[in-house]
């Protein structure tokens, strides 16, 4: 079939846009179920985006980059769009301006005007046609991927049951199987929904197994607080310093973004973060294989993909970590603007400025990390006299003044403080240098110096250590040039700095402490991952001179793939070993590892919290409460200030109208969670002179009576 561009007249693509823009303003007038979440989503996700990418004439990206850059743009104007409606409707008097009338008025308008200068500016718009990939049992199998995990864990909601999503495990396995072995069976071609399908059923297996937010030890559920009081607000404080998060409330990512979704798709804020962040999250995958397959080939590409998706930190703490979802997304947007060769200057810059804004307003972290790998791989470049023409001086010092800016006169620079006391903690830490516990348990487990609990953590972790080591034999045999690729002087740069910082946060104590090591070793994997493959490669190499890609294959589905089955949590469900994995095992796994350690949550204790949050005034009192409902429910349905939250414990003294907040692992499990140890609920003797003015058989409140 012929595959030669398609040409849309100027006068079309405006008619199409305006058609969508009609369509949804309908949708969202008329309230219609579904369709307004549904088209709604995908029009504000995705049109924004196309109009920049004409605006800007982005002619030389290729089909997949301008869905993926179309998404990334889009993402970025409603942020930015948000910031400006925020500022701009309420200097003029306008309370709520992240209310439904003003966004809806002002970024259609945005959208509007967009569109009517891409029709001033083009002479066509041009659209390439796909080929034809027919209708393959196999492509239908990739699209079936998701649609297996949410009917999993429906399953597994409604009768208990894991077998779907056993299964939907299972075929993964076996489709990362086909793909490495045989082109015919799935052709490369397919490679980018195969990649895509494989993320989306993997956050969904975890994402929805509760109807409420599951915090999986990270951060989401005072992400989640923040971003309920800009919804509740209808407007986003820069300088509201009595939250006391105002680091996370400086970030537009789980502020202003979250609640744009909410209020234009009338979705409720749990299900933004459940369904719409991971479906966000899944093209950062998909761009990484983008980004890979251009220098190291398509192959590969899948291979260190599926690397990536199987690290447990991808499908269960990411989870937890909204604004790096979303970070995450832009870090990769912008590696692919700086190591893509066709991109014009103009163009280029004009990207990574869009793309910077929104990677500093997304993740504070994420930004520092992203300025260090530019700013050092600028100048070892320099140093080395090969100047880099895709990363230049002004965009080092463009990224570091938005960093400056925006972390220093936001949220009273609390941004900006907590990145100097990271710097002060680990310059404290370094006279334990020769302790090897200064550097973490995680970092100790990687190491292999921490003794597992069962021999199937012995072999899961044997497997995770052969990932490990052909990490390093890859990139010895790129330093080495005993590899068959040739990275473009950049991306070998990056991959380099990221060696180096890896074993920074091995060897330097208490840096791999200030973001978790899982989650830097999760980013650094953007930069490592093909060098596993590459690994496998050198040492076949090193072995054998016959049916070298044949051993590769092999060697990569020894590996990985018992890699993926014991970093799912599939092989301690089979063998009824101790597990993680809430997906898969939740309903047998130990209460304090499920309610306290990953943050699950029940409807008895939302409930108990919603109706405190409704009915005891708590604004005027005391709240006390274990680490379990500290840490999770009373930030995200209690809406509670950390700060009105007290330590409860068998020593507590409650105060005359004091409240105590007990959650189902309190009550039907009898256990308190304390921050130094646990204790059993009969311990808490005070409660027999207090009142019980809430039970719902799980959540239970207690109000210490008011004195004379």
């Not at 993909?305 to 995450?328: D, I, K, N, P, W």
Request: glycine content about 6%; some cysteine; proline content about 4%.
């Amino acid at each position: 079939m012929n595959s030669t561009p398609a040409e849309w007249k100027p006068r079309d693509f405006l008619l199409i846009t305006l058609f969508l823009q009609f369509i949804t303003c309908a949708l969202v007038f008329f309230d219609v179920p579904v369709a307004r979440q549904v088209i709604g989503f995908i029009y504000f996700t995705i049109v924004p985006g196309i109009i920049i990418v004409k605006l800007l004439k982005l002619n030389e990206l290729d089909i997949l980059e301008t869905v993926l850059f179309s998404a990334g743009f889009s993402i970025a104007f409603l942020m930015l769009a948000g910031l400006f409606v925020n500022e701009f409707c309420f200097s003029f008097g306008i309370s709520k301006p992240l209310s439904l009338t003003p966004l809806m008025v002002t970024l259609n308008s945005f959208i509007f005007a967009g569109a009517f200068v891409a029709f001033l500016r083009s002479k066509n718009i041009k659209f390439r046609k796909a080929k034809t990939l027919g209708v393959s049992p196999l492509a239908l199998l990739l699209t079936v991927l998701p649609i297996l995990s949410v009917l999993g864990v429906m399953w597994i909601n409604a009768f208990g049951s894991n077998l779907i999503l056993l299964l939907m495990t299972m075929t993964t396995a076996l489709l990362f199987v086909v793909g490495i072995i045989s082109k015919k069976a799935l052709p490369p071609k397919l490679y980018p929904l195969a990649v895509l399908m494989i993320a989306i059923s993997l956050l969904y297996s975890s994402s929805l197994i509760s109807k409420y937010i599951v915090t999986f030890g990270s951060d989401i559920s005072i992400e989640y607080f923040s971003f309920q009081t800009t919804e509740n607000n209808a407007h986003w404080s820069s300088v509201l310093m009595s939250l006391g998060y105002s680091g996370l409330n400086s970030m537009l990512s789980v502020t202003i973004l979250p609640t744009i979704y909410s209020i234009l798709l009338n979705m409720s804020g749990t299900y933004v973060l459940k369904i719409l962040y991971p479906l966000i999250f899944s093209l950062v995958p998909l761009a990484l294989y983008q980004l890979w397959q251009k220098n190291l080939g398509k192959k590969r590409a899948f291979a260190a993909a599926f690397l990536l998706m199987a690290q447990g930190t991808f499908h269960s703490e990411m989870l937890g970590l909204a604004r790096q979802m979303v970070a995450e997304l832009f870090l990769v947007l912008l590696l692919l603007v700086i190591l893509n060769k066709k991109m014009k200057p103009f163009n280029k810059m004009m990207c990574f400025m869009i793309f910077s804004v929104a990677l500093v307003t997304s993740h504070y972290a994420l930004a520092l990390i992203f300025l260090f790998f530019i700013s050092f791989t600028l100048i070892s470049l320099i140093l080395m006299k090969r100047p880099s023409r895709n990363i230049t001086a002004t965009m080092v010092a463009f990224f570091f003044v938005i960093m400056f800016v925006w972390y220093l006169y936001t949220s009273q620079s609390a941004v900006f403080d907590n990145i100097v006391s990271y710097g002060n903690y680990v310059y404290e830490q370094l006279d334990q240098f020769f302790n090897p516990a200064s550097r973490g348990e995680t970092v100790l487990r990687g190491l292999g110096l921490e003794s597992p609990p069962t021999i199937w953590n012995t072999f899961s972790r044997a497997f995770a250590y052969l990932t490990e080591f052909f990490i390093a034999l890859g990139f010895v045999g790129l330093i080495m040039k005993r590899v068959n690729i040739k990275l473009e002087r950049e991306h070998f740069a990056f991959t380099v700095v990221a060696a180096a910082f890896l074993a920074a946060l091995i060897l330097v104590p208490g840096l791999a402490s200030t973001m978790n090591m899982t989650r830097y070793y999760h980013i650094l994997l953007f930069f490592l991952a093909p060098l596993c493959v590459l690994g496998a490669e050198f040492l076949i190499k090193l072995v054998s001179k016959r049916e070298k890609e044949l051993g590769v294959s092999i060697l990569l589905l020894i590996v990985l793939v018992p890699y993926f089955l014991f970093q799912t949590g599939f092989v301690y469900e089979v063998t009824r070993s101790e597990s993680w994995s809430i997906p898969l095992s939740s309903y047998r796994m130990n209460t304090y590892k499920l309610y306290c350690s990953s943050g699950y949550t029940d409807d008895w204790s939302v409930f108990a919290a919603k109706w405190m949050h409704k009915n005891a005034g708590i604004q005027h009192t005391q709240v006390y409460a274990d680490v379990s409902s500290t840490e999770n429910v009373l930030h995200t349905y209690g809406h509670t200030y950390a700060g009105d939250i007290f330590s409860l414990s068998n020593t507590t003294s409650v105060p005359n109208n004091g409240i105590v907040y007990l959650n189902s692992l309190n009550t039907v499990h009898k256990t308190i969670v304390t921050w130094s140890y646990v204790c059993n609920l009969d311990e808490l003797s005070f409660l027999e002179d207090m009142n019980k003015v809430y039970t719902n058989g799980g959540g239970e409140i207690y109000r210490n009576p008011l004195g004379d």
